[in-house]
């Protein structure tokens, strides 16, 4: 994560963009009135939809459960 404040943010607007879309790097703006955190939207959009996904009752035991499932036994109970 970078901080900076935002008289640099502003000075280096294009360079700390760059670094979020490029590197996945998270910027942490400081203003007198609080922080804000700048994310690329690729990383945003992934947010969002884990968000999602988790509010979704036993999306998380699914994924658990398909995670300790062995390949050969996938192929196994597609193909029955």
């Known amino acids: 994560m970078t901080n900076t404040n935002i ?6 607007l294009f360079k700390l963009v760059a670094s979020c879309i490029k590197y996945n790097d998270v910027i942490n703006i400081n203003t007198k009135e609080g922080n804000v955190i700048m994310i690329s939207e690729e990383d945003y959009n992934s947010l969002i939809e884990s968000l999602y996904l988790a509010g979704i009752p036993g999306m998380y035991e699914s994924i658990v459960e398909g995670a300790n499932t062995s390949l050969d036994e996938t192929i196994k109970i597609k193909w029955k």
Not at 7 to 12: D, I, Q
Request: aromatic share 0%; glycine share 0%.
């Open 7 to 12: 008289t640099n943010a502003r000075a280096e």
